[in-house]
């Protein structure tokens, strides 16, 4: 069984703190992702990364940044927190090779910022 | 780059009835196209999925379409039960690029 967690269920930070989320898989996958999901926008994806050290941006990376330093674990990280970055935030991962795009996702972290 | 579009935002059905729910896809490249199902608090989990050599695939009362000349996809659900309940979300992706993008769901109640 595939598995993702991520280190925290909910967040409670202040403006400008520094924010570090972390997110681990079992499964020896290669690709791994972050989204942000908020109500009627659906899951938009924040960073990506297709292997160690390698990292790409998604749709809305402004305010984040990401480190992958090994392979099960993908951190993003908020510079300085604002509020308009409280969401609910989704780790997911992916094998890479023809045929195996199913993502698996984390159980998400509620991030408030106050 | 992709841009997905989902209808409709939100669903309300009878028990027994059936479901269907559309997405549109932008790249013609595409050739990946899954379903995920999000039930309140839980994950997003895979349900059902279709490559574009396929017309159509389906998984006892769940099936999926696609067009691909048209572009578009759908997800059609039959008899429902409550427990169908949940935010469910179409994708499109290349199978060699990873990541996929997402439509903005569709909230489906089912009715007793």
């Known amino acids: 069984d595939v598995k993702v967690t991520q280190s925290s269920r909910y967040l409670v930070k202040r403006t400008g703190e520094k924010v570090f989320l972390e997110c681990v898989q079992d499964?020896?996958?290669?690709?791994m992702f972050w989204y942000r999901q908020d109500p009627g926008l659906g899951l938009r994806l924040i960073y990506f990364?297709?292997?160690?050290?390698?990292?790409e941006k998604g749709d809305i990376p402004e305010g984040y940044s990401v480190s992958r330093e090994k392979k099960e674990r993908f951190s993003l990280i908020l510079e300085s927190a604002s509020t308009n970055q409280t969401s609910m935030y989704l780790c997911?991962?992916?094998?890479?090779?023809?045929?195996?795009?199913?993502?698996?996702f984390g159980p998400g972290t509620r991030l408030t910022v106050t | 780059g992709e841009n997905v579009e989902q209808h409709p935002s939100t669903l309300s059905v009878q028990e027994g009835d059936s479901a269907v729910i559309k997405c549109t896809y932008s790249d013609s490249a595409s050739n990946y196209f899954p379903w995920y199902k999000q039930e309140l608090g839980k994950r997003p989990q895979l349900i059902i999925d279709i490559r574009s050599n396929v017309g159509e695939k389906k998984d006892q009362r769940i099936a999926v379409t696609l067009n691909k000349t048209a572009k578009h996809f759908s997800l059609h659900i039959t008899e429902t039960q409550p427990e169908d309940s949940a935010v469910y979300f179409c994708a499109a992706s290349l199978t060699n690029a990873g990541k996929s993008t997402f439509g903005d769901g569709t909230t489906l109640t089912v009715k007793p």
């Open positions: 499964m020896d996958h290669e690709n």
């Open positions: 990364s297709y292997d160690v050290k390698m990292k």
């Open positions: 997911a991962s992916s094998a890479s090779g023809q045929g195996l795009r199913e993502q698996y």
